[in-house]
């Protein structure tokens, strides 16, 4: 039976952890870059859709907010010019519940994106669909507010706006 020295166990143990000690770099040091590198990822994505936000909304400003300036905001954001009849007891509470409902669903106050319940994406198909379909505003609102109806200019303005918003947020979200 061969004896191994103390001296010979010991040489032996380093020569054959010395690989891992001298090309290991730790567990702990490979977590910590990759950590790095998600939020790195995470933030570069966040800028993305921030300036993908951002150029919808520069389109929203100029292109589609006039007409829901006119056509929605009464309800989806704060209802400047009261008509006569605001002030009837009960169609005064009637527009108000109205005005929460909407403001509950998508609230124009702020630009793009609003304010809702739903994702970004998902109001702006919803927007499309009320272009498309219609909808809105609702019959009883528009007998009240002839002029409140979305022109056909108006509809191909705000189908153009989401169609070209839904590929822009689209193709940030293929890019990820």
């Known amino acids: 039976m061969r004896t191994i020295t103390l001296n010979t166990y010991i040489a032996t143990v380093i020569l054959t952890l010395s690989p891992a000690l001298v090309w290991a770099h730790g567990e702990e040091s490979h977590k910590n870059e990759m950590s790095k590198t998600k939020i790195v990822a995470t933030q570069s994505s966040k800028i993305t859709t921030i300036m993908i936000y951002s150029e919808i909304n520069k389109i929203y400003l100029t292109d589609i907010r006039p007409i829901f300036e006119k056509k929605c905001f009464d309800c989806h ?24 409902e909407a403001k509950e669903h998508m609230d124009m106050r702020k630009d793009f994106p609003f304010i809702s319940h739903e994702s970004p994406m998902n109001d702006l198909k919803s927007i499309k669909k009320i272009g498309i379909e219609g909808g809105m505003p609702p019959l009883r609102y528009i007998l009240g507010h002839w002029d409140s109806k979305l022109t056909e200019t108006e509809r191909k303005k705000i189908i153009s706006w989401t169609t070209t918003s839904i590929k822009l947020l689209s193709s940030e979200k293929n890019n990820r």
């Open 77 to 100: 954001a704060d209802l400047k010019n009261k008509p006569w009849y605001y002030k009837v007891p009960g169609v005064k509470q009637m527009i108000n519940k109205d005005i929460v």
